[in-house]
């Protein structure tokens, strides 16, 4: 049987299903280019946003690692050691909008088979922000972009009607939404934050308003680590340190639970799999629980050589796929997609010693 790595996904055509993430891979038009001429099915851009960034005075983005020997998490570098995760509390783009516009245009031109998604972040509450809202969108779409991600996830927001901080407020998505559908017709993404007892209800709230897939996960809120022998924290600027967001390899299993949650909740709509992404066994992970692309960032950053892209992780995902879809005989991934939903259950469905035990609720 014949394969295919293109996919459809929010009725947009990929060449295959792997795209970099809104993160520093894709903050300007050269790493864009770059990535697309890697063999990168899509990007989505460094979040563009309205109001002013300046980022910290010091390190934004660390890694952070593991060994057998020692086999304590630090960014410290020492023989042996594997990746554990990345760290940050690097801001969204800090390139205003009328410099990006016309890199859209650009990047666009230059790779018109690839699919260029802008992130956009506003805030919320007033008419002001539900312009900006609307005035981003506008201005990207104009310029080329196929779609649009909506950060509802920054997991390092002072306002508190930005990023993470709106995730759990089903009117403010809601309203967004409205903002954003009411001046574009493209697919529209929502990332959400996944640190939220209101995933499954807020994404319910998104779907309904006109959102075409949700983005799960960004980053996890944290801390960084403090040494014991410095007493000061891996990642600080004149002794302070404030919340930032943990991704990489070591949140993979957090993202999948809640990829699933959603997958199980909504088995027609779209999700856009991020997490711990670092070859295809995670990819492969994503998808059986529902995720119809796959979103990566950590990975490509790490890749020596590659200005952060990934050009060596992207022919590997590529290449990996593509064996497997041989192996399997499948003809592309939706052959697989989703076939985890059924066999992930309440815990009273699980086997137990005895035929006794129902939950435990009392008779």
């Known amino acids: 049987m014949t394969y295919d790595l293109s996919t459809k996904f929010t009725g947009l055509d990929f060449v295959n299903p792997f795209i970099l993430a809104s993160a520093p891979p894709t903050e300007s038009k050269r790493k864009i280019l770059k990535a697309f001429e890697a063999g990168w099915g899509g990007v989505v851009t460094k979040t563009i946003g309205l109001h002013p960034v300046e980022n910290v005075a010091g390190p ?6 593991t060994s057998e020997e020692k086999p304590y998490v630090s960014r410290n570098k020492r023989p042996d050691t594997v990746s554990h995760s990345s760290w ?11 410099l990006w516009l016309p890199d859209l245009k650009e990047i666009k031109a230059t790779y018109p088979d690839r699919m260029l998604i802008a992130s956009i972040m506003a805030g919320a509450g007033n008419e002001e922000e539900m312009a900006n809202w609307r005035k981003l ?22 306002r508190k009607d930005m990023g993470a901080n709106v995730a759990n407020d089903e009117d403010i998505i809601t309203s967004i939404l409205a903002a954003v559908t009411s001046v574009v017709d493209v697919p529209i993404w929502v990332k959400l934050t996944p640190s939220t007892s209101t995933l ?8 309904a308003a006109g959102a075409s897939a949700i983005s799960l996960c960004n980053t996890f ?14 990642v600080e600027v004149d002794g302070l340190t ?22 199980r909740a909504f088995p027609d709509k779209q999700i856009s799999g991020i997490g711990g992404i670092k070859g295809f066994r995670e990819a492969f992970n994503f998808i059986v629980h529902g995720a119809g692309n796959l979103q990566i960032c ?12 990934g050009i060596k992780l992207i022919q590997e995902l590529k290449d990996d796929l593509g064996a497997y879809l041989q192996d399997k005989g499948f003809s592309s991934i939706e052959d697989f997609r989703g076939i985890a939903r059924e ?6 469905q699980i086997r137990r010693k005895s035929a006794d035990y129902n939950g435990g609720y009392a008779e």
């Open 60 to 65: 934004k983005t660390i890694y952070q690692r």
């Open 88 to 98: 940050n509390w690097e801001l969204i783009s800090d390139q205003p909008l009328e």
């Open 137 to 158: 969108a506008t201005a990207c779409i104009d310029a080329g972009c196929d779609a649009l991600e909506l950060n509802m996830s920054c997991p390092h927001m002072d």
């Open 200 to 207: 499954v209800s807020a994404s319910a709230a998104a779907y």
């Open 221 to 234: 809120p944290s801390l960084p680590l403090m040494d014991p022998d410095t007493m000061k924290f891996e």
């Open 242 to 263: 404030s919340s930032g967001g943990q991704g990489g390899l070591a949140i993979l299993n957090q993202a999948l639970l809640r990829v699933s949650d959603l997958s």
């Open 298 to 309: 950590t990975a490509a950053m790490e890749e020596k050589g590659s200005g952060g892209v």
């Open 343 to 348: 066999r992930i259950v309440e815990q009273s």
